[in-house]
């Protein structure tokens, strides 16, 4: 490999760095430049100073070594979902952990154990050999780590609470290239900080949470026309007062492009869904609330009972990589006005899916074990996203959503979640007023010179 070859564009020899890893490291202008640079999200163009792809712990330290000695910061990735957030990284080296993957579960303690480039499906399906299910997300290749960093809601979280607030330990490389194990009993501050409050206080390397004892759920989609949207999205969200814990939903409108990458029934026609996971123990319970949605008399019903891993598939979101532009927010309220502002901007725009998950239940309520999300009052979740594969369709999607967001503000919750948050937000947004103030002094004790960069970064406080 030339000396020119093995130089990033600003001039940063790589050389020493390559010769400390197990894993690689890529520089810009190498024949492996355009594929290590990538993102999950496509619409993403990443051009760091260099790529790492880290095989393990002390690969990691090592990283956060050279960075250190090179005025530079590094940028852990799992799958790149959540990449458009993450603006300019000339300065930062981006570290992948695609091939730290590996799953334990443990069926007495009902513990998994993955390593940090994991996603979800493979945690469903090695939980399912044992009965149990994991807090997972609505997509199978969607990283664990990422996730649960900034949260974690799954179909389960009216009944089980976000993902992070079932974090039992976590391993990770700080900012200063200690390799530390934190829980409640060692390092609390930092475990804390990492459950909820994303990816600005350390590099994870693996991490631990409970499992709950589900094999199978209730769950499936009903399908109406979507010039029935607005009946149908006020019925649902009338239906959603009377709902207890287990019964999770989203109301949702889908408007499928004529590509080829949508499934042939479906393809270039619109719809509204109504979402529905019942996790009780009884499925004739889940039926009997279902009821009242199906008098509505839908198009197609695929609710039924069907194992838990099959979960990951209900949402249909897109596995492989893909090309969008999403966001989201929080909303203290639905109501009439907001479903039909809501129908009337969506049907007229580039958003392939606008959904409104019901939040409420566990997620809203406090516990002093939690991390740094303890409860969300908000109860109701607004998520939209486009397909963006060339940037004239995703200047298009932009504009909507922000059309929709600006229509919905009158509605929009103080604090929104990070992990739907596609654009950048003011980082006191993200969370309750304490807990981003507790955040921002544990960030200035870990990592005082802002080494360890997230998509959404917590600003130390001084
Ligand atoms: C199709 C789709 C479906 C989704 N469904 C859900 C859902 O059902 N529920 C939900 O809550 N969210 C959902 N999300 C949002 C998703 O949880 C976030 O985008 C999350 O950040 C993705 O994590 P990742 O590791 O895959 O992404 P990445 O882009 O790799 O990581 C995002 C951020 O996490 C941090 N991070 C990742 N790995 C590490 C590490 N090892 N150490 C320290 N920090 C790290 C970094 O700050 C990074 O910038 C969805 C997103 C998409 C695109």
Do not use: C
């Not at 026609?269 to 009780?280: D, R, T």
């Amino acid at each position: 490999m030339t000396e020119m070859l093995t130089r990033t564009q600003s001039g940063l020899d790589v050389r020493p760095l390559r010769s400390l890893l197990d894993g690689d490291v890529v520089a810009p202008g190498e024949s492996e430049w355009d594929e290590a640079r990538l993102a999950w999200n496509l619409a993403v163009d990443q051009r760091p100073a260099a790529v790492v792809l880290a095989e393990s712990a002390e690969d990691v330290a090592a990283t956060i070594a050279f960075a250190r000695a090179h005025a530079l910061r590094v940028a852990p990735q799992g799958t790149g979902h959540g990449a458009a957030a993450m603006g300019d990284m000339a300065d930062t080296i981006l570290l992948k952990t695609e091939r730290m993957r590996g799953v334990t579960i443990d069926p007495e303690q009902r513990i998994a154990r993955v390593e940090a480039g994991t996603i979800w499906i493979e945690v469903v399906e090695a939980a399912a050999e044992h009965g149990l299910a994991a807090l997972a997300g609505s997509s199978p290749d969607v990283g664990v780590v990422g996730y649960t960093l900034g949260g974690g809601l799954s179909w389960l979280a009216r009944k089980h609470g976000i993902g992070a607030n079932q974090v039992t330990a976590i391993e990770a490389v700080t900012a200063s290239g200690d390799i530390v194990r934190t829980d409640w009993a060692n390092e609390p501050d930092l475990f804390w900080a990492l459950r909820g409050g994303g990816g600005s206080f350390a590099v994870v390397t693996a991490i631990e949470f409970n499992l709950f004892p589900i094999a199978d759920v209730y769950a499936g989609i009903l399908w109406f026309p979507v010039d029935r949207a607005t009946e149908i999205l006020k019925a649902w969200r009338a239906w959603t007062d009377e709902m207890p814990d287990e019964m999770t939903s989203v109301g949702r409108i889908l408007q499928f492009p004529p590509v080829p990458q949508i499934p042939e029934p479906v393809r270039g026609q619109s719809f509204v869904v109504v979402e529905v996971i019942w996790a009780g123990e009884r499925a004739a319970e889940g039926a009997r609330l279902v009821e009242p949605l199906r008098t509505l008399g839908p198009v197609m019903d695929t609710v039924m009972t069907i194992p838990v891993r099959e979960l990951t598939r209900l949402h249909m979101d897109p596995e492989g990589p893909a090309a969008g532009v999403g966001d989201g927010g929080m909303l203290d309220d639905v109501d009439d006005h907001l479903i039909d502002l809501f129908v009337e901007q969506v049907l007229r725009s580039a958003i392939l899916s606008a959904e409104i998950r019901h939040l409420g239940g566990a997620v809203g309520r406090r516990d002093s074990r939690h991390g740094a999300i303890d409860a969300w009052e908000a109860p109701y979740l607004l998520s939209v996203v486009g397909m963006a594969p060339f940037p004239e369709a995703a200047s298009a999607v932009e504009q909507s959503i922000r059309q929709l967001r600006g229509i919905l503000e009158p509605w929009e919750a103080d604090h929104t979640y990070l992990n739907v948050a596609g654009s950048r937000r003011r980082a006191s947004q993200l969370f309750s007023s304490a807990s981003y103030h507790r955040l921002r002094r544990i960030k200035a004790i870990v990592d005082p010179t802002d080494l360890v960069r997230s998509n959404h970064p917590i600003p130390p406080a001084f």
